[in-house]
T-cell receptor
Framework: ETGVTQSPTHLIKTRGQQVTLRCSSQ?????VSWYQQALGQGPQFIFQ???????GRGNFPPRFSGLQFPNYSSELNVNALELDDSALYLC?????????????FGDGTRLSIL | DQQVKQNSPSLSVQEGRISILNCDYT??????FLWYKKYPAEGPTFLIS?????DKNEDGRFTVFLNKSAKHLSLHIVPSQPGDSAVYFC????????????FGQGTRLTINP
């Protein structure tokens, strides 16, 4: 069973640029969530996709957007990058969006903004 | 507004003894609680969860206790092993809307030989 995989592992961008991060969900999982983890903090929920539709959003501005594809893989796009966007971006997948289904995380993409 | 809090940034325990990690929450609408373990350069790994209708859940060396009246949960690891050294995150989720995990800030557990 293949777990959650994310690419790239590291990325360096400059302010104002745009970035796309990718995530392949665990086999059989149709729900994908994205989290941002700043240094020394717990992960913060960005949004969730279920069967290709956005299923909820955290307190992030519209320049954070996403997609889920028919194979349930997902992308996170961030426009107009700011210095505060420097963080670890984690993708998690689950069997479905029920609260009793554990979310399984990838190893993340470390994004650095210069 | 920190709805889930882990007030101890770090904890050091002797190998073979019990490790107790604590977590407090403020939102009574949470209905599931989870613990994740995180090694450096890896994503969080799911450890154990508990429903709000239970007060204890056990899985091998790991036991989670929930005290709803105090809005407090704890993770007990016994016996502690060197491989348990990691950052532990407590998380909570509501049974409505998106499957949004609300995390604490984490506790770094170090197991000393």
């Amino acid at each position: 069973e293949t777990g959650v995989t994310q690419s790239p592992t590291h990325l360096i961008k400059t302010r104002g640029q745009q970035v796309t991060l990718r995530c392949s969900s665990q086999s059989g999982h149709n729900t994908v969530s994205w989290y941002q983890q700043a240094l020394g903090q717990g992960p913060q929920f960005i949004f969730q996709y279920y069967r290709e539709e956005e299923n909820g959003r955290g307190n992030f501005p519209p320049r954070f957007s996403g997609l889920q594809f028919p194979n349930y893989s997902s992308e996170l796009n961030v426009n107009a990058l700011e210095l505060d966007d420097s963080a670890l971006y984690l993708c998690a997948s689950s069997l479905n969006p029920r609260s009793d289904q554990p979310q399984h995380f990838g190893d993340g993409t470390r994004l650095s903004i210069l | 507004d920190q709805q889930v809090k882990q007030n101890s940034p770090s904890l050091s325990v002797q190998e073979g003894r019990i490790s107790i990690l604590n977590c407090d929450y403020t939102n009574s609408m949470f209905d599931y609680f989870l613990w994740y373990k995180k090694y450096p350069a890896e994503g969080p790994t799911f450890l154990i969860s508990i429903s709000s209708i239970k007060d204890k859940n056990e899985d091998g060396r790991f036991t989670v206790f929930l005290n709803k009246s105090a809005k407090h949960l704890s993770l007990h690891i016994v016996p502690s092993q060197p491989g348990d050294s990691a950052v532990y995150f407590c998380a909570a989720i509501m049974n409505q809307g998106a499957q949004k995990l609300v995390f604490g800030q984490g506790t770094r557990l170090t197991i000393n030989p």
